[in-house]
Structure formats: structure tokens, C-alpha cells
């Protein structure tokens, strides 16, 4: 009776195995798509960011508000860059032998794209990009008045922070929608891989 037992567990392990390799497959499919994806986002953001520097240095004469236009403009390319390739590093996971610790680690690796915006690269990129702008703005009128220069620097302030409002909305958005199904995907295979080991 004990062989029987041992070939059924044996049998039970292959179709595990089998199931598993299916799902590793297609996880391996589903990241190099999500990769993808993200790919052309951030092409499509690099290029508005390189029209918006162009656009600047093309009405900017003063030598200060340039260099300001380039501050913001090369402080949002760090983000971005910094941005892709943590991107890129969850699209090239290697699914071939799932482990668990793997599985714990791309979950975690998901969870962190749920707020990119609290990194060290995006305060410093924040801080250049407000640094730029300001300087934009008090050497585009060299004569403007204090009376002038506050409601400019303060729709400035507002207009940074309202965009990232909509960035952080945008991300939620885009995390459900990408990220969330993949993250489900991965604990499903981890509960079978961990139900197993018991």
C-alpha cells in the first residue's frame, strides 16, 4: 500500500510541476507585454519632455531662465530614466524555476511601482525641477516687481503640486489596472508552491 501512496504523491508532484511550468510561461509572457508597455509610455514621455525643452530654449533669450529650462527639463529625464529601468528590472524577471523567495521578491517589487513617487530620485528630481522653474520665471521679466513676482512664483508652486496630484492619481490608476493582475497572478503561484512544500 505504501508504494501505491508514494506513486500517487509522485503523480500528483508532476501534474504540480506541469501546471507550474504552464504557469511560468505565461507569467514570463505577461511581464515581457507589461515591459512593453511601459516601454512606450516612457518614449512617449521622453519625447514631450525633449518638444517642451525645445519649445523653451526657443522663446527663452536670457541666459538664467535657460539654464533654469534646462535644470527642469534634465531634473524630469533623471526621474524618468530612474524610473524605466525599475520598470525594466520587473520586465526582465526569469520565470524559468520559480522559487519561492523569487515570487516574494518580484510581489514586492510590483508593490513598490504602486508609489514610485516617494523615492530619492524623484525628491532631488522634484527639487531641480522646481529650482528651474523658478529660475524661469525671475529671469523672464528681469524687471518684475516683488508685486508681481509672488502670485507668479506661487501659481508656479501650485501648478508643480497639481501635477503631482494627477501623477500620483495617474500611477494608481495604471498600478490597479497593470500591476494589480500580475501581483495576483504571482500569489496564486506561490500559495500552490508553498501548499505543496507543506
Keep these: 500500500m505504501a508504494q501505491f501512496e508514494e506513486l500517487q504523491q509522485l503523480w500528483q508532484r508532476q501534474q504540480l510541476l506541469l501546471t507550474l511550468q504552464r504557469e511560468a510561461a505565461a507569467l514570463s ?55 524605466w529601468r525599475a520598470q525594466r528590472a520587473i520586465a526582465r524577471l526569469n520565470f524559468a524555476a520559480p522559487s519561492v523567495q523569487f515570487l516574494r521578491s518580484a510581489i514586492a517589487r510590483l508593490q513598490a511601482q504602486r508609489n514610485p513617487l516617494q523615492t530619492r530620485e524623484f525628491y532631488i528630481s522634484m527639487g531641480g525641477f522646481w529650482i528651474g522653474c523658478t529660475l524661469m520665471i525671475a529671469n523672464m521679466q528681469p524687471q518684475m516687481t516683488l508685486s508681481l513676482a509672488l502670485p507668479a512664483y506661487a501659481l508656479v508652486t501650485a501648478m508643480i503640486f497639481a501635477a503631482y496630484a494627477l501623477s500620483r492619481w495617474v500611477r494608481r490608476k495604471r498600478f490597479e489596472k497593470q500591476c494589480r493582475p500580475l501581483i495576483l497572478r504571482l500569489e496564486a503561484v506561490l500559495q500552490t508552491m508553498e501548499t505543496d512544500r507543506v
Design 29 to 83: 509572457d505577461a511581464f515581457r507585454r507589461y515591459g512593453w508597455r511601459h516601454d512606450l509610455i516612457y518614449l512617449g514621455k521622453l519625447i514631450v519632455v525633449a518638444g517642451q525643452l525645445i519649445l523653451l530654449l526657443s522663446l527663452l533669450h536670457h541666459p538664467l531662465a535657460v539654464f533654469g529650462a534646462c535644470l527642469a527639463d534634465f531634473s524630469a529625464i533623471l526621474f524618468l530614466i530612474s524610473d
